[in-house]
């Protein structure tokens, strides 16, 4: 199978023991789509930190509002909650079903346990962040109008939060106010970050955990891909989840142009330590160190009765330096796909058909199956 890899765009052009799920966002394959904490059943009384902040009244209206003003409307509930205030509706207020719907997204798959310190902050900004990637579709109709030259489309809602929490599309302008706003309401504290992709200008976040910071790129961990001229699929990753401001600008294509003066963000977390993961009843961790572990994941892949649509790891092999400077483990990953038995994908490095995401730190999503 041929496949293309798209660009995440406009914007972008493109801790304990957990068992980690297989598979991706598109339901209806063969593979659990959906990562565990997403699946958990919700509180029966859910707690949001929101209801115990001061409240601000959002403006009178007078009237219908113009599109204009409905727009401007929506930045105000933004910048409300972003400030840490409740905000307070008039009656029948337009912009209080994007409220609305983002306590009805917390109450779903934030749990009460969360808030109670620990792990909380991790595992609140792992929900939002999947669940965004997962429930959100990219705006590339929009994105090809901006290419295009048609740059009168600031008015969009892909731009801010209705557009992600309403109509479920969006850019990366979108999806990094979502996070901020949805962090808000939670009471994790977030930003924006601004700046370019691959050269292309760009959002994304900031996220506060421990007293530390670390950027979180929701668009980059959607990766996109058509196969033999087929329709988008879309599979979850995590290789921007959680980085140093270092490890954002060293990837080939990085991250660049953004501020770390007044937040840095100085280490990585390593969202795969300590993750396992069950092929056919064999267990695997997901941080492999070795040619051996790699082959043996793809040869339980191929043994598997149940098709493995992708497999997300990340790679740390004695001897790899400068891995965010190429494809470091294109030659290792040749060799274990081969162990699977008849892949959907074409998998051939001389014709430059590698079936796979390559993110910072040697984290690799790799297509198996549809």
């Known amino acids: 199978m041929r496949f293309k890899l798209k660009g995440c765009a406009i914007i972008l052009a493109a801790a304990a023991t957990a068992l980690f799920a297989l598979g991706g966002c598109n339901a209806g394959g063969r593979s659990a789509d ?4 997403l699946i958990a059943a919700g509180d029966d009384a859910p707690v949001r930190p929101i209801d115990s902040f001061e409240t601000e009244a959002l403006p009178d209206i007078d009237g219908e509002l113009t599109d204009a003003q409905y727009r401007a409307r929506v930045d105000d509930l933004y910048l409300t909650v972003t400030a840490g205030k409740k905000p307070i509706f008039v009656d029948d207020d337009p912009v209080k079903p994007v409220y609305d719907a983002a306590v009805e997204l917390l109450d779903r798959y934030v749990l009460n346990k969360w808030h109670d310190g620990g792990d909380g902050a991790v595992n609140i900004v792992h929900a939002l962040h999947d669940w ?49 706003f949805l962090c808000a309401m939670e009471g994790v504290d977030s930003i924006r970050v601004t700046g370019a992709h691959s050269g292309v200008p760009h959002a994304w976040n900031k996220v506060k955990i421990d007293g530390k910071w670390y950027n979180v790129d929701v ?15 879309k599979q979850l990753s995590h290789g921007y989840f959680l980085l140093s401001d270092e490890t954002m600008r060293s990837r080939v294509g990085a991250h660049s142009g953004f501020d770390v003066t007044e937040f840095p963000a100085y280490e990585d977390y390593d969202y795969y330590a300590d993750k396992m ?94």
Do not use: W
Request: aromatic share 12%; proline share 3%; charged share 20%.
């Open 34 to 37: 959906i990562q565990p904490h």
């Open 132 to 180: 965004l990637v997962c429930n959100v579709d990219y705006d590339f109709a929009l994105y090809s109008d901006y290419q295009a030259g048609n740059t009168d489309v600031a008015d969009s809602p892909s731009f801010n939060i209705d557009g992600v929490l309403l109509g479920r599309t969006a850019v990366c302008d979108g999806l990094s106010r979502a996070m901020s």
């Open 219 to 233: 668009t980059a961990d959607a990766a996109n891909y058509t196969a033999d001229g087929g329709g988008l699929s």
């Open 277 to 370: 993961t069950d092929i056919g009843g064999a267990s695997h961790m997901l941080t492999l160190r070795s040619q051996a572990e790699l082959n043996a994941v793809f040869a339980d892949i191929g043994a598997s009765k149940r098709a493995v649509g992708k497999i997300e790891f990340k790679l740390d092999f004695a001897g790899k330096s400068n891995v965010n400077g190429g494809d470091m483990y294109a030659a290792e990953l040749a060799e274990a796909y081969g162990k699977a038995k008849k892949p959907d994908f074409v998998f051939d490095i001389d014709k430059a058909q590698k079936p796979y995401f390559q993110y910072p730190n040697g984290v690799y999503l790799v297509l198996v199956y549809k």
